[in-house]
């Protein structure tokens, strides 16, 4: 597997190009520079790329956009000191697959790297443990401006997770997956439609189709999906792919 490190600190980019040559990767390229690291991407054409937030002429923000504005298929992995939620949402709305804060052991950065260009050992979606199927639902929303913390994203986030585990669930989301939700919440099935369709409503308004298309892979085009149409493809993203092959 392909990989360039784009890192400001070059003792901590040797060290861990080191690690990752000793742990079967091929380390295409190493830069501090994001302008170089970016053409070293384009030229190299790596599984993935390791992204440092603070990197010299051009900065992570400003390697994703050039990426994805030259549609360049490469896994995105960023790593960075910034705290919270809307630092991980841009991140992820610009195609990054993992956003890890630092400081991070070498053990971690090979294992995200690996998942972001599909190259995890770990069968994706039902196969994965309930934590790694959260986190990346979490992501999800994130990338697409949904709060992770209210009643919609709840809702949302067991009907993803039902879906993972049954595919029937997609042809009877009125008569069994709503009920089966509005049940472990002690609601009614209506109120968790209602609930999801606004809480899909909201990130539409805040997101656009941008983000909605750099997550699905250009499924939504301009119109807002319905909330099964949602549904289905979280899981389907999920099930078959990572948020950074745009």
């Known amino acids: 597997m392909k990989v360039v490190i784009l890192e400001s600190d070059a003792e901590a980019a040797a060290r861990l190009s080191e690690y990752l040559q ?9 830069s501090g520079s994001g302008s170089v690291g970016l053409a070293l991407i384009e030229n190299e054409r790596p599984d993935a790329a390791l992204i440092g937030l603070s990197l010299k002429d051009l900065d992570g923000y400003g390697v994703l956009d050039k990426i994805r504005e030259r549609g360049i298929a490469v896994a995105a992995v960023v790593t ?12 992820y709305a610009k195609g990054a697959s993992h956003y890890l804060i630092r400081p991070v052991s070498k053990e971690i950065v090979a294992a995200r ?5 599909g190259h995890s050992e770990e069968p994706i979606g039902s196969g994965l443990s ?5 986190e990346r639902i979490s992501r999800l929303f994130l990338a697409l401006g949904i709060p992770l913390k209210n009643k919609a994203s709840s809702y949302l986030r067991d009907a993803i997770k039902l879906l993972l585990k ?5 042809h009877e989301i009125t008569t069994r997956l709503y009920p089966e939700i509005a049940e472990k919440y002690g609601t009614k099935a209506i ?9 899909i409503t909201v990130a539409w308004e805040r997101k656009k189709e941008e983000s909605f298309n750099a ?15 949602f549904i289905a493809l979280a899981a389907d993203r999920l099930l078959y792919g990572t948020f950074s092959k745009y």
């Open 166 to 170: 049954d595919s029937t669930y997609i």
């Open 191 to 199: 109120d968790v439609e209602r609930a999801i369709r606004h809480g």
């Open 113 to 117: 790297l690996r998942d972001a260009a």
């Open 130 to 134: 309930e934590y790694a199927v959260d």
């Open 215 to 229: 997550v699905f892979g250009n499924c939504i085009c301009a119109k807002k999906p319905t909330n099964g149409d």
């Open 22 to 30: 000793g742990d079967g990767f091929e380390v295409c390229g190493v």
């Open 80 to 91: 960075g000191n910034a705290l919270g939620e809307e630092v991980a949402a841009r991140l």
